[in-house]
């Protein structure tokens, strides 16, 4: 690694971390959830590992803890990763050019909080001279998250039945996606995602099953992507 690499990809570690403030205690809650549900903690420790996709994870444990059948699993599963499609989509733009080893690589580290600081490294104008290594940027804060969902998810596994109830962990979720969204304001792609996301939740509060939420989910992202590539064509 060049040590323009290596500064790239530790700035990217650097601006992910404040959003661990939220992950930590969110894989904790999953370890602590899957332990719960019955799940082996090995079993529990991998899909972190392999699955790595926190509220997906929370989600199933919590389905199968209630006795939920597999194809309601796999549905829910399935419709809440749907968001994953439009971040494609919006960092295909970026990263379209590396070989495929960078982007499976990229792909199998983009998650909510990866794409939240990543992106808004793309937006900026690439470097007036150099080689363009944002993707090193890109691949330091996926692992950032990475690593830290791994030794929290462990967390959770191994000391979650002495973790006081009163500590309430559940705080974790809603505090990751408010820290998501603090970022994403500061651009006109991340206004106009929060914008259609908002009306397309109060237009389809009325939907059963929370599909209203799901909706709302693909309106915002397809609002951010479309925003963000006008602004993109007309630099």
């Not at 968001?83 to 960078?102: D, E, K, N, Q």
């Not at 830290?148 to 705080?171: H, K, M, N, R, Y």
């Not at 389809?204 to 590539?229: E, N, S, Y």
Request: glycine share 10%.
């Amino acid at each position: 690694m060049s040590r323009p690499a290596l500064r790239e990809f530790l700035a990217g570690c650097r601006d992910e971390a404040p959003l661990l403030l939220g992950a930590v205690p969110f894989g904790m809650l999953y370890g602590i959830s899957a332990l719960a549900a019955g799940i082996p903690a090995w079993l529990a420790q991998l899909a972190s590992a392999v699955v790595f996709a926190g509220a997906a994870q929370l989600v199933i444990v919590q389905m199968l803890a209630a006795g939920a059948g597999m194809l309601p699993t796999a549905l829910t599963s399935g419709l809440l990763n749907l968001r994953h499609l439009l971040y494609s989509a919006s960092m295909a733009t970026y990263v379209g050019h590396l070989p495929r080893r960078w982007r499976m690589l990229l792909a199998y580290l983009l998650t909510d909080e990866a794409y939240a600081v990543a992106v808004l490294r793309y937006q900026a104008r690439p470097p007036a001279e150099g080689p363009d290594l944002r993707h090193w940027y890109f691949f330091g804060a996926g692992f950032t998250l990475w690593f830290a969902w791994q030794v929290s998810t462990a967390f959770g596994l191994v000391f979650g039945a002495a973790i006081p109830p009163a500590w309430e962990l559940d705080f974790a979720v809603p505090l990751t996606f408010i820290a998501l969204l603090t970022l994403l304001l500061r651009e006109r792609p991340g206004q106009a995602a929060a914008l259609a996301a908002g009306g397309a939740v109060l237009l389809f509060a009325a939907l059963p099953f929370k599909l209203g939420l799901v909706l709302a989910i693909l309106a915002g992202l397809g609002a951010g992507v479309w925003t963000a590539r006008r602004l993109e064509r007309a630099r």
